[in-house]
C-alpha cells in the first residue's frame, strides 16, 4: 500500500510540474515585466541594474547550456538508434531513448544510460551487448570530440575541470537534477567571480600578477584654434 501511494504521489508531482511549466511559459512575458518591475521599486537604480543584468547573463548560459545539449542529445539518440538497427542489436528503440536522455547528463550521461541498456542486453544477447558496448564507445567518441563542440561551443565557458567537478557536487547535493543543472549554474557562478576579481584588480589598479596596470598613455589636448591664430 506504501508503495502504491508513493508511486501516486510522484505521478501526482510530475503532473503538477508539468502543468505549472506551461502556465509558466504562457505568460513568460507577463511574469517577467513584473519582476523587472519589482527590482526597480525596490532596489536603487544601479543595485536593480545589477540584478537585472545578472539574471539575464544566467538566462543566456542556461538557455545556451540546455538548448545545445538538447540537440545534441537528439542526435545522439537518433544516430544510436541507426546504428543499432544496421548492426541487428535489439531493442534498438528502447536503448535510443535511454541513451539519448541520459546524454544531456555532462560526462558520466553517457555511462548512465549505457550500462543499463548493456545489462539487458546481457542477459538477452551477450554477443549484441558486446557489439553494443563497442558501438556506444565510438559514439560517444564522436560526440564529445566533434557534435558537441561544434554544437555547444563555449556556452559552459569552464575547463573539463570545472565541468567535473560541478557534476560531482552538484550531483551530491541534489541527485540526477543536481548532475544536470551543476554545470550551468556553476559557470555562472564562474563567470560572475571572473568579473568580480577583474572590477577588483581594476580598482586597485594592479594586473593578475600583482604588477601595477599598464594605462595608455593620454593624447595631448588639440591647441584651442583662437591661441594657434594668435
Known amino acids: 500500500m506504501a508503495y502504491v501511494s508513493g508511486v501516486a504521489s510522484n505521478v501526482v508531482d510530475i503532473f503538477t510540474a508539468l502543468a505549472s511549466s506551461v502556465y509558466m511559459l504562457a505568460e513568460k512575458d507577463k511574469l517577467l515585466r513584473q519582476l523587472r518591475t519589482m527590482v526597480h521599486a525596490f532596489f536603487p537604480p544601479y543595485i536593480a541594474d545589477t540584478v ?28 544510436t538508434f541507426v546504428c543499432c538497427n544496421i548492426f541487428g542489436i535489439e531493442f534498438a528503440p528502447l536503448i535510443a531513448v535511454v541513451v539519448g536522455i541520459t546524454n544531456i547528463i555532462p560526462v558520466f550521461g553517457p555511462f548512465i544510460g549505457a550500462i543499463p541498456c548493456l545489462l539487458i542486453l546481457v542477459f538477452v544477447n551477450p554477443f549484441d551487448a558486446l557489439k553494443f558496448l563497442i558501438l556506444i564507445i565510438a559514439i560517444q567518441q564522436v560526440d564529445g570530440n566533434i557534435i558537441g563542440p561544434k554544437i555547444l561551443g563555449k556556452s559552459i565557458g569552464v575547463s ?35 568579473e568580480f576579481v577583474q572590477w577588483c584588480l581594476d580598482r586597485r589598479g594592479i594586473d593578475a600578477d600583482g604588477n601595477p596596470a599598464q594605462t595608455s598613455p593620454q593624447q595631448p589636448a588639440e591647441p584651442d584654434p583662437a591661441e594657434t591664430a594668435l
Open 160 to 194: 573539463a575541470l570545472w565541468v567535473l567537478f560541478a557534476i560531482v557536487l552538484g550531483g551530491d547535493l541534489w541527485g540526477v537534477v543536481g548532475m544536470v543543472l551543476g554545470v550551468p549554474v556553476f559557470a555562472t557562478l564562474y563567470a560572475l567571480l571572473r
Open 52 to 79: 537585472l543584468e545578472t539574471c539575464s547573463f544566467a538566462n543566456n548560459n542556461f538557455e545556451g547550456f540546455f538548448g545545445g545539449k538538447i540537440i545534441d542529445s537528439a542526435i545522439i539518440g537518433v544516430l
